[in-house]
């Protein structure tokens, strides 16, 4: 497993934007599809992006398409997720994940083993 602290949340304006960043230890992390889910209040807990273990693959909700932009740094352990044009709907409590090598399709969270505490956006309107 590898231990994983997120930060960059913070409150912001509706079309405004923030980055995201996951920091991971442990020598796994370039080996590693991240991936950030995010959790609003009184909902389940959903799959936001995910990026192969090289950069080269990416993949996204529907809802943030074209709006959030993930990316990784392994010379840094460590992933980050761009956020603009953000909307209220966005809110929530983002948390960023890592799943083995080969989860290269893996949207649920059954398919990460280690979870970072989580780093609350809100989206004011």
């Known amino acids: 497993q590898v231990q994983l602290v997120e930060s960059g949340g913070g409150l912001v304006q509706a079309g405004g934007s923030l980055r995201l960043s996951c920091a991971a230890s442990?020598?796994?992390?370039?080996?590693?599809?991240m991936g950030w889910f995010r959790q609003a209040p009184g909902e389940e807990r959903e799959f936001v992006a995910r990026?192969?273990?090289?950069?080269?693959?990416?993949y996204y909700t529907d809802s943030v398409k074209g709006r959030f932009t993930i990316s990784r740094d392994n010379a840094k352990n460590t992933v980050y997720l761009q956020m603009n044009t953000l909307k209220s709907e966005d809110t929530a409590v983002y948390y960023c994940?890592?799943?083995?090598?080969?989860?290269?399709?893996?949207?649920?969270?059954?398919?990460?083993?280690?979870w970072g505490q989580g780093t609350q956006v809100t989206v004011s309107s």
């Open positions: 994940a890592a799943g083995s090598p080969f989860a290269l399709t893996a949207v649920r969270e059954a398919d990460f083993d280690s």
């Open positions: 990026i192969s273990w090289a950069g080269g693959v990416t």
């Open positions: 442990g020598r796994t992390f370039s080996s590693r599809v």
